[in-house]
């Protein structure tokens, strides 16, 4: 198992930032893509950012690039969200993920992720 712990949500004013943090325990984390999604009330949770696990290969949405940027240190077990910018419609419970098999690019639908944390909300004011 990968257990996951986000931390660094909560409210933001339109145009701010926010650093979301991801800890996994676990020796298996340094092999697996890993994903920040995003899930707002009566939605389904769709992707934000991915990063395979060498860190080489990342995905953003089209509604984040440019204003989000996702990295992780190996040597913490952890992986970040940098939120820059933030928007209104940024405003969800952020969830991080573990991708379900070893892969060398960063999954980007859900079900290619096996293991989440509990997830942490963003709430961005206007």
């Known amino acids: 198992q990968v257990p996951l712990v986000e931390s660094g949500g909560g409210l933001a004013q339109t145009g701010g930032s926010l650093r979301l943090s991801c800890a996994a325990s676990g020796r298996t984390f340094s092999t697996r893509a890993m994903g920040w999604f995003r899930q707002a009330p009566g939605k389904e949770r769709d992707i934000v950012a991915a990063i395979s696990w060498s860190g080489h290969n990342t995905y953003y949405a089209d509604s984040v690039k440019g204003r989000f940027a996702i990295a992780r240190d190996n040597t913490k077990n952890t992986v970040y969200l940098e939120m820059n910018s933030l928007k209104p419609e940024d405003t969800a419970v952020y969830y991080c993920?573990?991708?379900?098999?070893?892969?060398?690019?960063?999954?980007?639908?859900?079900?290619?992720?096996?293991?989440w944390g509990q997830g942490t909300q963003v709430t961005v004011s206007s």
């Open positions: 993920g573990a991708a379900a098999a070893i892969t060398t690019y960063a999954p980007i639908t859900p079900s290619e992720y096996a293991y």
